[in-house]
């Protein structure tokens, strides 16, 4: 099939893959908190960003190889983490395990993903990062930390901006569980989507597989609320320090919207900076992560790396951020999208768009190198 054509943007994964989710999926994946209203900022924000095309720089492929980290990757975004991605298509964290490892990405497995660090390590031993949370039950974090190690693993993300779970009405009003819970209401919307139907029965329903060794087989069963009970860790610069001094590799603090966070996260370790908003799903009266990032870049300087989401839905999204001062970038929804879209190639789809309009409004900008985009802004 001629994806390039037919699926030229992110944006028309997306409309892919809403007519191939079952509802409570589509509305997982889609969804902010509250009114929803920081969703919309972080596109507002986005598109905000205006830069000055300079002209007549004839004939260049731009440079986009980045090292990051300690690792040279292929491009400046990857595949950040996201809970419950094996809902939105089965085996969706191994399909974008194998795409990082081929095209020389990061992938980061949440904590809440439903398959495990230990096998995903095994498909991208070099692309594999894991993201945490920040769990109450202390054995819990020293065992999941002893696990990552045992992989191989070299980064490690904890996600810090959710102290509680959000409201997320829109996924309470479509009655989302997982496992799906099959009512009635579920069985009809998941008749209607059998593609998803058919790969989930073959594959095996989702589960949050990486916990499921913590916690008796009854109370797994309860599923989302469980993880919420789980991750009300509620964490400080304690708990921070107690994961720094158990954890050698790369530690990336995930969640940073405020700049003397920034600053306190590198006073107390942290080898990288996430500015995030996680997507609008956690607090809908924050203000969109692209208008956070000057400050915490102007601050952070050349002490550490800055990474970047919320919103980056195509390569002039990541020219933006870079423009800002990222200097790398990831993408939840839009990988995500582009496997429940299309399944196995998905992932790699996805790259060849990102990678692909990235490289064009470089051009377009006269551009050559990824810094010297972070004089344009």
Not at 123 to 147: G, S
Not at 162 to 179: F, I, K, M, Y
Not at 280 to 290: E, K, L, S, V
């Amino acid at each position: 099939m001629d994806y390039a054509n037919k699926y030229p943007s992110i944006w028309h994964l997306a409309a892919r893959a809403r007519k191939r989710l079952p509802f409570f999926a589509a509305e997982y994946l889609d969804s902010g908190t509250g009114m929803e209203s920081l969703v919309d900022r972080n596109r507002q924000g986005l598109d905000a960003v205006q830069l000055t095309p300079r002209v007549m720089g004839g004939r260049f492929t731009p440079n986009i190889g980045t090292d990051l980290l300690g690792q040279s990757y292929s491009a400046p975004f990857g595949v950040a983490p996201v809970g419950m991605s094996g809902l939105m298509w089965p085996g969706a964290e191994h399909i974008l395990a194998r795409m990082a490892r081929d095209k020389s990405i990061p992938y980061g497995l949440s904590m809440v993903a439903n398959e495990t660090p230990e096998t995903v390590a095994e498909i991208a031993p070099n692309q594999a990062w894991m993201q945490i949370y920040c769990p109450k039950e202390p054995e819990v974090l020293d065992d999941l930390i002893a696990r990552t190690k045992a992989t191989g693993i070299k980064t490690l993300i904890v996600t810090v901006d959710v102290p509680v779970g959000s409201r997320r009405e829109r996924q309470l009003a479509a009655g989302l569980t997982v496992p799906p819970k099959m009512d009635v209401k579920t069985l009809w919307r998941v008749a209607k989507r059998p593609e998803w139907a058919l790969k989930t029965l073959s594959y095996g329903e989702p589960r949050f597989k990486t916990l499921e060794s913590y916690f008796p087989k009854n109370q797994m069963r309860e599923g989302a609320k469980l993880i919420g009970n789980i991750v009300d860790g509620r964490p400080d610069w304690d708990y921070f320090d107690r994961i720094r001094a158990a954890w050698d590799g790369n530690l990336v603090l995930k969640g940073i919207m405020h700049a003397q966070d920034a600053t306190a996260a590198l006073d107390h370790g942290a080898d990288a900076i996430w500015v995030s908003n996680h997507g609008g799903r956690q607090f809908d009266g924050a203000p969109a992560a692209i208008d956070a990032l000057p400050a915490v870049t102007k601050i952070v300087a050349s002490r550490a790396p800055v990474l970047f989401d919320s919103g980056i839905r195509g390569g002039l999204d990541i020219v933006r951020a870079l423009s800002r001062g990222a200097d790398f970038c990831f993408l939840g929804r839009g990988f995500l999208y582009a496997v429940a879209a299309l399944g196995d190639v998905g992932g790699n789809h996805a790259y060849d768009i990102l990678r692909g309009d990235l490289e064009n409004n470089m051009i377009q900008l006269g551009a050559r190198t990824l810094n010297e985009l972070k004089d344009l802004s």
